[in-house]
């Protein structure tokens, strides 16, 4: 587990230790990492930590989220990395501590039966989808952290327990996030509905209760 150092001036203020699940970082009192200064939006940045590891994310805030003097919108953090924040200085240093074992749920992907192309399109419709780049989601959860679910077929569905949440669908030009059923799915912490959007290599999509990492390969 890790812990967040937070500096200001090269001055170290105080810091704070990382739990399982969100930290928010921001100007509101309510934020577990409270950056009291104008420079700061009111629910600035959030960081999720699962297990032994823990991403940054950017909550459209005015002026931006920086590791290591690069923005960022999401950012697997590393030991050693610092997270700018107006004008604080958030340095990220890990421990090897294990989290408790039953934190989070495991979703349930189901793929659709496809049905048998016709034959006189089948070559064209199947080099359609071998130009496209192969991907695949990452649960980000214990309990089924580092599983791999292969995104392979045209659609994979996403939800739990036989109701779908979402889908994810594969075209030639890469793959589309959309909402299902009267669930809907957050991409980079905003909900998705009515409309596909364009999966982009380490989106974070939460669904089902659980967390997953897009990555194209």
Same mark, same amino acid.
């Given at each position: 587990?890790?812990?967040?150092?937070?500096?200001?001036? &090269? !001055? =170290?203020?105080?810091? =704070?230790?990382? &739990?399982? #699940?969100?930290?928010?970082?921001?100007?509101?009192? @309510?934020?577990?990492?409270?950056?009291?200064?104008?420079?700061?939006?009111?629910?600035?940045?959030?960081?999720?930590?699962?297990?032994?590891? !823990?991403?940054?994310?950017?909550?459209?805030?005015?002026?931006?989220?920086?590791?290591?003097? %690069?923005?960022?919108?999401?950012?697997?953090? %590393?030991?050693?990395?610092? =997270?700018?924040?107006?004008?604080?200085?958030?340095?990220?240093?890990?421990?090897?501590?294990?989290?408790?074992?039953?934190?989070?749920?495991?979703?349930?992907?189901?793929?659709?039966?496809? *049905?048998? *192309?016709?034959?006189?399109?089948? *070559?064209?419709?199947?080099?359609?989808?071998?130009?496209?780049?192969? #991907?695949?989601? =990452?649960?980000?959860?214990?309990?089924?952290?580092?599983?791999?679910?292969?995104?392979?077929?045209?659609?994979?569905?996403?939800?739990?327990?036989?109701?779908?949440? #979402?889908?994810?669908?594969?075209?030639?030009?890469?793959?589309?996030?959309? !909402?299902?059923?009267?669930?809907? *799915? %957050?991409?980079?912490?905003?909900?998705? !509905? @009515?409309?596909?959007?364009?999966?982009?290599?380490?989106?974070?999509?939460?669904?089902?209760?659980?967390?997953?990492?897009?990555?194209?390969?």
């Amino acid at each position: 587990m890790g812990k967040i150092v937070i500096k200001l001036n &090269n !001055s =170290v203020v105080d810091h =704070v230790e990382l &739990n399982q #699940g969100d930290t928010r970082i921001g100007r509101k009192p @309510g934020c577990e990492i409270h950056l009291d200064n104008l420079s700061v939006s009111g629910e600035h940045a959030n960081i999720f930590t699962i297990g032994g590891d !823990s991403f940054v994310q950017d909550l459209g805030s005015t002026n931006g989220t920086y590791v290591n003097g %690069k923005k960022v919108a999401k950012h697997h953090l %590393k030991s050693g990395d610092s =997270v700018n924040i107006g004008k604080y200085t958030l340095m990220y240093l890990q421990d090897d501590v294990e989290a408790p074992s039953d934190y989070a749920k495991t979703v349930i992907i189901t793929t659709p039966v496809q *049905p048998e *192309p016709i034959k006189s399109s089948a *070559p064209a419709t199947e080099k359609i989808v071998k130009q496209a780049p192969l #991907g695949q989601a =990452v649960i980000i959860a214990l309990g089924g952290a580092g599983k791999r679910i292969e995104l392979t077929k045209t659609v994979t569905n996403l939800g739990k327990g036989g109701r779908r949440a #979402g889908t994810i669908t594969r075209t030639a030009d890469g793959y589309l996030l959309a !909402s299902g059923g009267d669930d809907h *799915p %957050k991409l980079n912490g905003r909900p998705v !509905s @009515g409309k596909q959007v364009k999966l982009r290599n380490g989106d974070i999509i939460e669904v089902a209760g659980t967390r997953l990492q897009f990555q194209l390969k």
